[in-house]
């Protein structure tokens, strides 16, 4: 192993081959972030290490995937404190017997992402305290991912019967438990989340979201299809309802960093402003939908709030040609312009933001100062700092417990750290906490959008260029890799990819925001109400086409 491994942070350097001497087998350098090899026996120690002598407290995302010569996981590890401050910690296992130790120790969330690991490769992780499937049901033959998949054999899939997950662990003679099914037809599940719920009368015991409903195959979709044209109209389709030119620029991020393109100034303000306009539309729709979920108001909270989310989508619709499934961002910019006439696109934009003060006031009449909403939220699901830290959560979920972390300000990208905003937080860590952070960035995003009309008015006619020069072909080098993530309206959005060397990934995965958000929720329901589970659900904001991808 030659040379030093260090990463760099605001008071200087950490050795990490002091720090975790031989533990570290060999240098495996990411694009984004330095990355260390270790034995599969050694990965509770190294990333113990790690969390607490090097400040890597936020696991943000865990891939594995098979080469023909071993199976691998990695786990990215950045800190809440500074997110650039990144590293990669990969552990090789042999193919005949893929086993590692269990990150969950250490990081809560890894436990999601171990099992998707297992799920869809078949790596065994010791001592992982949940050891079984979770996109998949338990009697599925064989792991979809691994190379020697059969993918031409049916599968006859028998179904188990529920049983109460903690039967005779929580019993006593006072009291019996019930197991109750909630989703997917319930309508706060939005039909396709299913909850295994334990009750002891109306109090929740145990709560266990059941998540692979929707198999949409997009990682295996974007591994067959080509960086240049191809991979770009599926991140639309990954949170549907709101989020996509904020999906579609993760993947726009971490290819372009992969195949070092640099996107001209002119098209990053124009992004920027795209971006926050789809912030907008996933906010509305979160925030009207929770009024219909919370205290069943269908008349005046959520046709408002979708009303403003309709004029955001067409906003959107003047500036792409599409009301959701955009395909606006190219590698190395944006597709076109702004609209002609563009005084009049750039009018109807500022229309609507100058109306938007006096409708967050009515928001707040109707709903935060709504004594049975105040209610139903305020002091229920209650997401302490470092829990939310330890499941890693971001965006507002995160925000909402007082967690300063926010990639536009901490990562920057775009055009963001030339532009006045601030990261909204709210301590409280309630369901109602959730509630006001979306609700105060929505005010943030319009300063955002006000500042980058400005920019675009001011921009010189001759210099308004929307892309870059990028090759018709991209063939990024082989056995390159980065994880890359933006500030998503749901929270971190990452993308990692390997390149073999072909015009097509030979690896992609998707960080979801919803997935390691929706991991907390037995956390931040134990020991509450039914009704409050119900609240608790509908506060992390969870679209689970992005959740089961």
Same mark, same amino acid.
């Given at each position: 192993m030659s040379g030093r491994t260090e990463i760099a942070d605001r008071e200087g350097g950490i050795d990490l081959e002091t720090l975790l001497g031989e533990a570290i087998l060999a240098r495996d350098d990411h694009d984004n972030a330095p990355g260390i090899v270790v034995r599969p026996d050694e990965v509770v120690a190294v990333l113990e290490t790690l969390r607490e002598e090097a400040g890597f407290d936020h696991c943000a995302c865990v891939t594995a995937q098979?080469?023909?010569?071993?199976?691998?996981?990695?786990?990215?590890?950045?800190?809440?404190?500074?997110?650039?401050?990144?590293?990669?910690?990969?552990?090789?296992?042999?193919?005949? +017997?893929? =086993? &590692?130790?269990?990150?969950?120790?250490?990081?809560?969330? %890894?436990?999601?992402? @171990?099992?998707? *690991?297992?799920?869809?490769?078949?790596?065994?992780?010791?001592?992982?305290?949940?050891?079984?499937?979770?996109?998949?049901?338990?009697?599925?033959?064989?792991?979809?991912?691994?190379?020697?998949?059969?993918?031409?054999?049916?599968?006859?899939?028998t179904l188990s019967e529920h049983a109460n997950p903690i039967a005779g662990d929580e019993r006593d003679p006072e009291s019996e438990t019930m197991f109750l099914n909630i989703g997917p037809h319930h309508p706060s599940t939005h039909g396709v989340l299913h909850v295994e719920a334990v009750l002891d009368g109306e109090t929740v015991l145990d709560a266990d979201p059941d998540i692979g409903y929707i198999h949409r195959c997009e990682e295996q979709?974007?591994?067959?299809?080509?960086?240049?044209?191809?991979?770009?109209?599926?991140?639309?389709?990954? +949170?549907? =309802? &709101?989020?996509?030119?904020?999906?579609?620029?993760?993947? %726009?991020?971490?290819? @372009?960093?992969? *195949?070092?393109?640099?996107?001209?100034?002119?098209?990053?303000?124009?992004?920027?402003?795209?971006?926050?306009?789809?912030?907008?539309?996933?906010?509305?729709?979160?925030?009207?939908?929770?009024?219909?979920?919370?205290?069943?108001?269908?008349?005046?909270?959520?046709q408002y709030a979708i009303r403003d989310r309709e004029l955001v989508l067409d906003i959107l619709e003047e500036l792409t040609g599409q009301r959701m499934m955009f395909n606006y961002l190219r590698l190395?910019?944006?597709?076109?312009?702004?609209?002609?006439?563009?005084?009049?696109?750039?009018?109807?934009v500022r229309d609507f933001l100058a109306e938007l003060?006096?409708?967050?006031?009515?928001?707040?009449?109707?709903?935060?100062?709504?004594?049975?909403?105040?209610?139903?939220?305020?002091?229920?699901?209650?997401?302490?700092?470092?829990?939310?830290?330890a499941y890693g959560?971001?965006?507002?979920?995160?925000?909402?417990?007082?967690?300063?972390?926010?990639?536009?300000?901490?990562?920057?990208?775009?055009?963001?750290?030339?532009?006045?905003?601030?990261?909204?937080?709210e301590d409280d860590g309630d369901n109602y906490s959730r509630l006001l952070v979306r609700m105060r960035e929505v005010e943030e995003s319009a300063k955002i959008i006000e500042q980058c009309l400005d920019l675009i008015e001011e921009w010189p006619e001759d210099e308004r260029t929307v892309q870059a020069n990028v090759p018709r072909t991209l063939k990024p080098d082989a056995d390159s890799e980065i994880y890359r993530a933006v500030e998503g309206a749901k929270g971190e959005l990452g993308i990692y990819i390997r390149a073999d060397g072909t015009d097509t990934p030979a690896r992609f995965k998707i960080r979801s925001p919803c997935f390691s958000n929706l991991s907390v929720l037995p956390e931040i329901s134990r020991g509450e109400y039914v009704a409050d589970l119900i609240a608790s659900i509908g506060s992390l904001d969870c679209i689970m086409g992005e959740v089961d991808r």
């Amino acid at each position: 192993m030659s040379g030093r491994t260090e990463i760099a942070d605001r008071e200087g350097g950490i050795d990490l081959e002091t720090l975790l001497g031989e533990a570290i087998l060999a240098r495996d350098d990411h694009d984004n972030a330095p990355g260390i090899v270790v034995r599969p026996d050694e990965v509770v120690a190294v990333l113990e290490t790690l969390r607490e002598e090097a400040g890597f407290d936020h696991c943000a995302c865990v891939t594995a995937q098979q080469y023909h010569d071993r199976f691998e996981t990695i786990y990215h590890l950045r800190s809440y404190a500074d997110p650039t401050r990144e590293l990669s910690v990969v552990v090789p296992t042999a193919v005949d +017997d893929p =086993v &590692s130790d269990s990150a969950a120790s250490v990081y809560r969330t %890894a436990e999601w992402h @171990e099992r998707e *690991a297992y799920d869809l490769l078949g790596i065994d992780y010791e001592g992982h305290p949940d050891p079984r499937r979770i996109l998949l049901p338990e009697t599925w033959q064989g792991h979809p991912l691994r190379l020697d998949y059969d993918q031409t054999k049916p599968q006859i899939v028998t179904l188990s019967e529920h049983a109460n997950p903690i039967a005779g662990d929580e019993r006593d003679p006072e009291s019996e438990t019930m197991f109750l099914n909630i989703g997917p037809h319930h309508p706060s599940t939005h039909g396709v989340l299913h909850v295994e719920a334990v009750l002891d009368g109306e109090t929740v015991l145990d709560a266990d979201p059941d998540i692979g409903y929707i198999h949409r195959c997009e990682e295996q979709l974007c591994q067959q299809s080509t960086y240049r044209h191809q991979i770009m109209p599926y991140p639309d389709r990954w +949170d549907w =309802v &709101s989020s996509g030119l904020l999906n579609e620029w993760a993947y %726009a991020r971490a290819a @372009e960093d992969l *195949a070092d393109i640099e996107v001209p100034e002119y098209a990053q303000v124009i992004r920027t402003m795209g971006a926050e306009l789809s912030r907008m539309a996933s906010h509305f729709i979160a925030l009207g939908t929770y009024a219909l979920d919370v205290i069943g108001e269908f008349t005046v909270a959520f046709q408002y709030a979708i009303r403003d989310r309709e004029l955001v989508l067409d906003i959107l619709e003047e500036l792409t040609g599409q009301r959701m499934m955009f395909n606006y961002l190219r590698l190395g910019g944006v597709v076109w312009d702004l609209p002609e006439p563009r005084e009049e696109f750039v009018t109807q934009v500022r229309d609507f933001l100058a109306e938007l003060p006096a409708k967050i006031d009515e928001y707040h009449d109707l709903l935060t100062n709504n004594e049975i909403f105040q209610f139903r939220c305020v002091d229920t699901g209650i997401l302490e700092p470092e829990v939310a830290k330890a499941y890693g959560c971001t965006g507002p979920v995160a925000r909402g417990s007082g967690i300063d972390y926010d990639l536009r300000r901490d990562d920057p990208y775009g055009y963001y750290e030339d532009l006045e905003w601030d990261v909204v937080t709210e301590d409280d860590g309630d369901n109602y906490s959730r509630l006001l952070v979306r609700m105060r960035e929505v005010e943030e995003s319009a300063k955002i959008i006000e500042q980058c009309l400005d920019l675009i008015e001011e921009w010189p006619e001759d210099e308004r260029t929307v892309q870059a020069n990028v090759p018709r072909t991209l063939k990024p080098d082989a056995d390159s890799e980065i994880y890359r993530a933006v500030e998503g309206a749901k929270g971190e959005l990452g993308i990692y990819i390997r390149a073999d060397g072909t015009d097509t990934p030979a690896r992609f995965k998707i960080r979801s925001p919803c997935f390691s958000n929706l991991s907390v929720l037995p956390e931040i329901s134990r020991g509450e109400y039914v009704a409050d589970l119900i609240a608790s659900i509908g506060s992390l904001d969870c679209i689970m086409g992005e959740v089961d991808r």
